[in-house]
């Protein structure tokens, strides 16, 4: 079959989605108009040219050197945003178990259930995408500003490229996802580690050196080492962190299987054992923002520290607001970034329980109590995600270290030693949103339609 017969099918299965199909649609609606909103205001910036004043943000954005940060962070946070994307699309192909068995019977072969399945996501995506350009074309004369003729090309570019971006993260998200034609729906065997971490590695990159590009755009040479040894230490120490979450979840399996006898610990262990990279998969955005996190909070203080000091003796070059202002403007995009990832943990919980659904009800009908499986739930998230932010703390704490010692200040210990603790906890509530479906999952029922 073509792609436009397959997207006509999509687009018919669409029509005839459950409400469970249809919750997952609007999850998929609802990221593709953020990272519509993120992307239009990137493209709106962007056309603006030479200096140029605006009412808001204290003087930020009227040069365009600091415009250009304030385009690069709002490109990166599509990278949490994608990451949502793909998680919503593993839970939305193991609920659509039934219609994909009977794409199977109608003849429709693996990767061709594969593609309809991530062409559904793409309609989902068109529809937040639309809905995301309607708000953001909304909010422009509440904000007092017209972006010149350049932009609105470059807006409907985004409306096109925003579903098709999300199709192509569905599709390499349902790769190891097969359908066979009696009704089930399973997963590949575990995954390599290298294998993912190379795929994982090589968009970031990407972004990365592209980000770097925007950054030094125009800045002195003497000044452009700063965002690219900041941006290769969040990589770097990123990428070793998600590996370090991958290679150690197998091992603290092993070792936890041997050695205890608690059931839940030891029904955590197994689920590490049987694939000890599901975690570094869910986590590694979580890991990347709490990097920046952790140096975003230390250069803060030491910024900080140095602007008093400066303001003593008399050398400002700008108003305070001015600084403030786009230190604020960064944390609050790394924020919504961390929100975004918790919401790509849960969503990712939320599918392995759904794919494990009729075991954890056999063990329920077994005797196993529910409050076994929810503590065994969390041990799933927490043990692989402690080590990884170990790495990622020692990571950002890097960063703030040289900007520290290059401006001359006390090094800031405290505060961004609570972002980690921060952050570990808010994964385990992102973690236990999953615990009602959990409720609702292990009933006999189950063990009949599951």
């Not at 000044?223 to 690219?228: D, F, H, M, R, V």
């Not at 020692?394 to 401006?407: D, F, Q, R």
């Not at 001359?408 to 980690?420: D, I, K, N, R, S």
Request: overall charge positive.
């Amino acid at each position: 079959m073509s792609v436009v017969s397959d997207l006509r099918l999509a687009w018919l299965l669409t029509g005839g989605a459950d409400r469970l199909e249809r919750r997952r649609a609007a999850l998929t609606a609802l990221g593709a108009a953020v990272a519509t909103g993120f992307a239009a205001a990137a493209v709106a910036l962007a056309s603006v040219r030479g200096r140029h004043h605006f009412s808001s943000g204290h003087g930020l954005l009227d040069q365009p050197g600091t415009r250009h940060g304030v385009v690069a962070g709002l490109l990166l946070l599509l990278v949490p945003v994608l990451g949502f994307l793909a998680q919503c699309a593993r839970i939305g192909a193991v609920h659509r178990d039934r219609r994909l068995a009977g794409l199977r019977l109608a003849g429709a072969g693996p990767r061709q259930v594969r593609r309809i399945a991530a062409l559904e996501a793409g309609l989902a995506c068109l529809a937040g995408t639309l809905a995301g350009c309607a708000v953001f074309a909304a909010s422009l004369p509440v904000l007092g500003w017209t972006p010149p003729g350049l932009a609105w090309p470059g807006l409907a570019l985004v409306v096109l490229a925003i579903p098709v971006l999300a199709s192509l993260v569905s599709a390499v998200a349902l790769r190891r996802v097969i359908a066979s034609p009696l009704g089930h729906v399973r997963r590949a065997g575990p995954r390599r580690g290298p294998r993912m971490l190379t795929g994982l590695l090589l968009p970031a990159l990407v972004v990365a050196l592209g980000v770097a590009l925007l950054l030094v755009r125009g800045a002195r040479t003497e000044a452009a080492g700063l965002p690219l040894t900041v941006l290769g230490a969040v990589v770097l120490s990123g990428a070793g962190a998600v590996a370090v979450a991958g290679t150690s979840a197998g091992a603290i399996g092993r070792r936890l299987a041997a050695r205890t006898d608690d059931p839940a610990v030891l029904l955590a262990a197994a689920r590490l054992q049987d694939d000890p990279w599901a975690g570094a998969r869910s986590h590694a955005a979580v890991v990347l923002v709490t990097i920046v996190g952790v140096g975003l909070v230390g250069v803060r203080q030491v910024f900080l520290d140095d602007l008093r000091a400066i303001e003593h003796t008399g050398r400002t070059a700008a108003p305070r607001d001015y600084y403030t202002f786009g230190l604020d403007l960064t944390s609050a995009a790394v924020l919504i970034a961390l929100l975004i990832s918790l919401a790509a943990l849960a969503v990712g919980t939320a599918e392995s329980l759904s794919t494990r659904r009729r075991a954890l009800a056999a063990q329920v009908a077994a005797g196993v109590p529910r409050r076994v499986l929810t503590r065994a739930l969390l041990l799933e998230t927490a043990l692989p995600l402690a080590p990884a932010l170990v790495l990622a703390t020692l990571g950002g704490t890097a960063i703030h270290t040289a900007y520290a010692v290059a401006s001359g200040q006390a090094l800031p210990w405290a505060l961004p030693l609570l972002v980690p603790v921060a952050v570990y906890a808010a994964c385990l509530l992102a973690a236990a949103t999953a615990l009602p479906l959990l409720r609702r999952s292990v009933g006999p029922a189950t063990l009949r339609t599951a």
